[in-house]
């Protein structure tokens, strides 16, 4: 079957940080740009960051840039998202995507087209 799982929200107050992961199975991230997206209640979806698992190039909106970093550990078939210094408006349930032979970019991110979509995990932040 496949399928992405995201991991690792919760409550964090702010100024903290917190790690998602996003693991694939029935599939592996070659070939793939892999992505997360969130969304706050009573918003539309927003692309924050992705990563190409070919060369591995990242890009942030500029929601996030400077306080999150992505990453991909194709061994593990699993895709990061360290965030720093968080804020309550950062609160919103995240979701990983993968989709294959696609260019990472920002034009991707607000495309907001995938494969594959995982389940969300939420992360809320307190101030």
């Known amino acids: 079957e496949v399928q992405l799982q995201a991991s690792g929200g919760g409550l964090v107050q702010a100024g903290g940080s917190l790690r998602l992961s996003c693991v694939a199975s029935g599939f592996t991230f070659d070939g793939y740009a892999i992505g997360w997206f969130r969304q706050a209640p009573g918003k539309e979806r927003e692309g924050i960051s992705c990563?190409?698992?070919?060369?591995?190039?990242?890009y942030y909106a500029d929601s996030v840039k400077g306080r999150f970093t992505i990453s991909c550990d194709n061994a593990k078939n699993t895709v990061y998202l360290q965030m720093r210094s968080l804020k309550p408006e950062d609160t919103a349930v995240y979701y990983c995507a993968a989709e294959k032979s696609v260019t990472a970019s920002l034009a991707w991110l607000i495309a907001r087209t995938a494969d594959y979509w995982g389940q969300g995990t939420l992360v809320t932040v307190s101030s």
């Open positions: 990563i190409s698992s070919s060369n591995g190039g990242t």
